[in-house]
């Protein structure tokens, strides 16, 4: 077979391990040919390539972000977007793709395998966010930058006794904030899953400061105040109808500040959560998920996605996978809470 390989969405440590594992075994052990897709959806829509092979995937394991790049393109949104896409894999020869994306890019190589593409996916994401998965790799090195942030804020904040608002990303899952947040020992954490009282938030700042010892608040991207508006940077949608986030840490800042009379200050975290190295776990991960991709692919198993479940990969219809998003239950929230402004 020729297997065409794509990456969607945003990126995040581990891609590259995947499609290195995904040509590795599908070369050797079964003798396939590959052919690496530009920038996610959009590649096999503008028939944008490049050669895929032993040579290409040699030292890519320790790299972050995408040999083959990322976009947030979404065919069903492009008049023809489908045929296109058809004709440029028949054009190229390509009898299959592997799809390694989030909950938009599976979401497509959903529908498109439902109209006769053959396809297989492999989640990533640094949200965590994926039914179907117990983990995406991504997250364990976002959780980790996010944690060494936090130590780091920790030493700064007590020297000055301010307060230290961490925003970190999570759009509508606060698995990061939650992780990072324990791992860290956080003041407070906030999340998408439930809107918070600013005012009992700027309690538990206050009792922090009673304890001769500064907070640290984390505060995921998505979480919004009781009846009040989520901060958003600006009301421009991507291809996928998503906002885009930012701003919350911020105003959470200043209403710390007007609120408990001491100073407090954000530090956005932002895409650094997504750059660099992966560490060791999702290394593991993102290598199991590839190797039992090519497998998937080459038994002609089309429409799954490969997942983790316990220490296991199986494979899930992708529909399933990409039906609903994977929230932070509020029992786990919980657990956290018992160390809020104490
Ligand atoms: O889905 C991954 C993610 O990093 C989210 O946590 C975040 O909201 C979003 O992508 C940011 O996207 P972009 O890099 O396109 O601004």
């Known amino acids: 077979m020729r297997i065409g390989v794509l990456t969607g969405g945003g990126d995040c440590p581990g891609l590259n391990a995947v499609i290195r594992a995904v040509v590795r075994k599908g070369v050797t052990n079964y003798g396939h040919e590959f052919v690496g897709f530009r920038d996610g959806w959009k590649g096999p829509l503008e028939g944008l390539s490049r050669p895929l092979g032993i040579a290409e995937v040699r030292g890519i394991l320790p790299r972050g972000g995408t040999i083959l790049g990322s976009s947030r393109t979404n065919p069903f949104k492009i008049e023809n977007g489908v045929e296109r896409i058809k004709e440029n894999l028949a054009a190229q020869g390509v009898d299959a793709l592997i799809a390694i994306g989030g909950e938009d890019t599976l979401g497509v190589a959903t529908k498109l395998h439902e109209l006769g593409v053959h396809v297989v996916g492999v989640p990533k994401t640094i949200d965590n966010d994926l039914g179907a998965t117990d983990y995406t790799f991504g997250f364990d090195t976002a959780v980790n930058i996010a944690m060494e942030a936090i130590d780091r804020l920790h030493t700064t904040a007590e020297s000055h006794h301010r307060t230290l608002v961490v925003e970190v990303m999570g759009r509508h899952a606060g698995w990061i904030a939650l992780h990072a947040g324990l791992a860290g020992g956080?003041?407070?954490?906030l999340l998408p899953e439930r809107q918070f009282d600013v005012d009992q938030v700027a309690g538990y700042v206050e009792k922090r400061f009673q304890h001769q010892y500064a907070p640290i608040v984390v505060v995921a991207e998505g979480a919004h105040p009781l009846e009040g508006q989520m901060v958003l940077h600006n009301q421009e949608l991507d291809a996928f109808g998503h906002v885009r986030l930012g701003g919350i840490?911020?105003?959470?800042?200043?209403?710390?500040?007007?609120?408990?009379?001491k100073e407090a200050r954000t530090v956005v975290l932002g895409h650094i959560q997504r750059g660099g190295t992966p560490t060791a776990f999702d290394r593991v991960l993102a290598t199991r998920l590839g190797l039992h991709a090519i497998d998937a692919a080459h038994e002609g198993d089309w429409g799954k996605m490969v997942a983790m479940?316990?220490?296991?990969?199986?494979?899930?219809p992708l529909a399933e996978a990409t039906r609903e998003l994977k929230t932070v239950p509020l029992e786990r929230y919980a657990e956290a809470e018992v160390f809020f402004g104490s």
């Open 186 to 189: 956080a003041n407070v954490i």
């Open 249 to 261: 840490g911020q105003w959470l800042a200043e209403q710390l500040e007007a609120k408990t009379g």
């Open 309 to 316: 479940q316990s220490t296991d990969i199986v494979r899930v």
